[in-house]
C-alpha cells in the first residue's frame, strides 16, 4: 500500500513566520505534487516535482516554495505567511508515467493568524 | 484556458437514490481522467480512472463513470447511494501534452445522503 505522509495535520502559525510543511511517501515514486485545497476552489497546484532536486511551478506558486532533496521527500516553504495562505495543503505522489494517478497525504489544515 | 467543470456543487440524495455527478472538461485531443472521493476527516483517494480503452469504467463500492468523447463529459454515476457515501468528490483530468505532470481538478461536488 501506498503510503504519502505529512508532518503534521494541525499547524498554527503567526504572520510573516517562516512555514515548512514536510510529505514523505514511500513507494519510490518519482513526481511529487503540492496543492492546496480551498472551499469551493477545489485543489489548486502550488508546485510539482518531477525527480529529486527538480521542481516546476504550478498555477499558484507565489509565496511559496519547495525543496526535494531526497527522493521520498517534499517540502513546501512559506517563506513569511500571511492570512491569505491559511488553507488545507494537500501532499500528493505518483509513480512517472502517464497511466499512474496521484496518492494523496491527510493534509495539513494551516491557520495563519 | 484549460478548465474542468463540475456543476453541481452540492447534492442532496435519500439512501437509494440513484446518483449521477458531471464532469466536463475543456481539452481537445486525448485525456487521462479521474474520479477522487474525499470522505469526512480522510485523504482523497482514487475512485477510479480512465486512460484509454473501453469508456465505461467502473471502480470501486459500486461506482462507475461513462467518458463521452464528443461531449467532454466523464460524469460519476452510482444505481443507489448509501449513507456512507456521503463525501466529497472530484474529478480530474491530466491532459499528456502537459507532460504527464499536471493534473487540473474540479472544484468538487458535495454528496450528503440521508439515512
Not at chain 1, 27 to 52: A, T
Not at chain 2, 7 to 22: K, R
Not at chain 2, 69 to 79: A, E, G, T, Y
Amino acid at each position: 500500500d501506498v503510503k504519502v505522509t505529512q508532518s503534521s495535520r494541525y499547524l498554527v502559525k503567526r504572520t510573516g513566520e517562516k512555514v515548512f510543511l514536510e510529505c514523505v511517501q514511500d513507494m519510490d515514486h518519482e513526481n511529487m505534487f503540492w496543492y492546496r485545497q480551498d472551499p469551493g476552489l477545489g485543489l489548486r497546484l502550488i508546485y510539482f516535482s518531477y525527480d529529486v532536486k527538480m521542481k516546476e511551478k504550478g498555477d499558484i506558486p507565489e509565496g511559496y516554495s519547495v525543496s526535494r532533496e531526497k527522493k521520498e521527500r517534499f517540502s513546501l516553504i512559506l517563506e513569511s505567511a500571511s492570512t491569505n495562505q491559511t488553507s488545507m495543503y494537500l501532499c500528493a505522489s505518483r509513480k512517472q508515467g502517464i497511466s499512474y494517478e496521484q496518492y494523496f497525504g491527510p493534509g495539513t489544515r494551516l491557520t495563519v493568524t | 484556458a484549460q478548465s474542468v467543470s463540475q456543476h453541481n456543487h452540492h447534492v442532496i440524495l435519500s439512501e437509494a437514490a440513484s446518483l449521477e455527478l458531471g464532469c466536463n472538461y475543456s481539452y481537445g485531443g486525448t485525456v487521462n481522467l479521474f474520479w477522487y472521493v474525499q470522505y469526512p476527516g480522510q485523504h482523497l483517494q482514487l475512485l477510479l480512472k480512465y486512460f484509454s480503452g473501453d469508456p465505461l469504467v467502473k471502480g470501486i463500492k459500486g461506482f462507475e463513470a461513462e467518458f463521452i468523447k464528443s461531449k467532454f463529459s466523464f460524469n460519476l454515476r452510482k444505481p443507489s447511494v448509501q449513507w456512507s457515501d456521503t463525501a466529497e468528490y472530484f474529478c480530474a483530468v491530466n491532459p499528456p501534452t502537459s507532460g504527464t505532470y499536471k493534473y487540473i481538478f474540479g472544484t468538487g461536488t458535495r454528496l450528503k445522503v440521508l439515512a
